[in-house]
């Protein structure tokens, strides 16, 4: 065995699965739902505390820590090259209202327990290994924008328009960054879009095909393209008792006009599109009154990007179709194309996969990630790991640490592999 292949090997076999898991219920703890999950906004109380427990378990390993103008957070173990890119691996700790345990943590939890097996491994790299928590990747969740701090980081969106963007109560970014700086003292900071060598991110599934054919690690081959619009219904608040039915402007009705007509530009016999209505907010939600506004939002998903653009630019055109008197505004937010991963990641994936005795398939991600950014200034790939039945963005999300662990060891292996590179 090579000294290459000998410090590999010696990595992986120090990652400690029994603290990774430790780590994740500790984790769990911090916005915890009654019915087992997780409710940790992004830039709220439980995702600063999340982050300060982060930059307390890295220093105490002698790791240093930094966050950049939009709040990413970056965990720095030094190589022996101080002035080389490093390579980095991550995720999020922001989650859905009704979160689990393990979207996005696990990618966080990884990379650090990564470093920390490198570490206890004795093992010195030429490159840095950074560990980064993005900013606000779970997109209408309390922020509208989803992967934004990779999306800033990489370029793809401006720093000002994502500080300017608010939650529901109003609040800003800007301000929200106030307290998750506050609740990190004496964090260093950095500048925006530094070079990075290589990103390698570590996720569940969130889907059943590792489940199913009963594999441990999926080497991700890329990630389906996505348009995300709001839609918003203007009609005319009326009396429910007295306005006659042929005069009203009900936004309400307009919307599910335009939302049963949508259904049919977006059926697919193949199942490969996804199509979602996942917000529908009616005002002014009073019984006795006739909805004088409504507002939808669509989450459109295909891995083909003249699919995306055939199906997506009939959105506004059919919603104008179906107004039933009232007003309509179309409002496409977010755009993402599809990515396809190739070359020194995903190979150095499979192959450590193979050395460590797992079983292993390429698989095609359904879900967005914060890895779409990075793949444009970077060689990127992911790891996938199965997760129970493959549920996710719902409070029973579920994974074994046994496979939490051997998602991270392949990690352990390429951080190391690359870092050497």
Request: aromatic share 4%; net charge neutral; with cysteine.
């Amino acid at each position: 065995m090579n000294d290459l292949a000998s410090m590999k090997s010696k990595a992986s076999a120090r990652v400690d699965e029994a603290r990774l898991w430790r780590r994740h219920m500790e984790m769990a703890k911090l916005g915890a739902t009654p019915k087992g999950g997780v409710r940790r906004m992004a830039l709220d109380a439980n995702d600063n505390k999340a982050r300060a427990l982060l930059v307390e378990w890295a220093r105490a390993r002698g790791f240093s820590a930094a966050l950049d103008p939009i709040g990413n957070l970056f965990i720095r173990r030094a190589g022996t090259d101080s002035a080389a890119a490093p390579v980095m691996s991550g995720s999020h700790t922001d989650t859905q209202p009704s979160g689990g345990k393990f979207d996005g943590i696990y990618g966080v939890l990884a990379a650090l327990e990564a470093m920390e097996a490198i570490e206890d491994a004795g093992i010195a790299t030429r490159r840095p290994i950074e560990a980064a928590v993005w900013t606000c990747e779970e997109g209408g969740a309390r922020f509208p924008t989803g992967t934004m701090g990779s999306s800033v980081f990489t370029g793809a969106r401006k720093l000002d328009d994502m500080l300017a963007d608010r939650d529901d109560a109003g609040a800003t970014v800007a301000t929200a960054l106030e307290d998750t700086r506050a609740a990190l003292p004496g964090i260093a900071m950095r500048p925006m879009g530094f070079p990075v060598a290589a990103f390698i991110e570590t996720h569940i599934e969130q889907g059943p095909i590792l489940e199913r054919e009963g594999k441990t690690i999926g080497v991700v081959t890329g990630i389906q393209g996505a348009r995300r619009f709001r839609i918003e219904v203007e009609g005319e608040d009326a009396h429910a008792g007295t306005m006659p039915m042929k005069l009203r402007r009900d936004a309400l009705k307009a919307a599910v006009s335009m939302i049963h007509a949508l259904e049919a530009v977006f059926d697919d016999p193949a199942d490969v599109v996804r199509f979602t209505i996942g917000r529908l907010v009616v005002k002014p939600d009073a019984t006795a009154v006739v909805p004088g506004h409504a507002m939808f939002t669509i989450d459109f998903r295909h891995p083909d990007p003249a699919v995306l653009k055939h199906r997506g630019d009939q959105v506004a055109g059919v919603c104008a179709a179906h107004t039933r008197g009232c007003k309509v505004t179309v409002n496409e937010y977010s755009k993402t194309k599809p990515i396809l991963f190739s070359g020194a990641v995903p190979e150095a994936i499979e192959r450590a996969a193979g050395r460590l005795g797992l079983s292993h398939m390429p698989i095609h991600s359904g879900a967005g990630h914060d890895a779409m950014h990075l793949f444009e200034v970077a060689p990127t790939g992911m790891i996938f790991v199965p997760c129970w039945r493959g549920i996710s963005h719902n409070e029973t999300e579920d994974a074994k640490s046994s496979d939490l662990a051997a998602g991270t060891r392949v990690l352990a292996e390429v951080l190391v592999d690359l870092a050497n590179a």
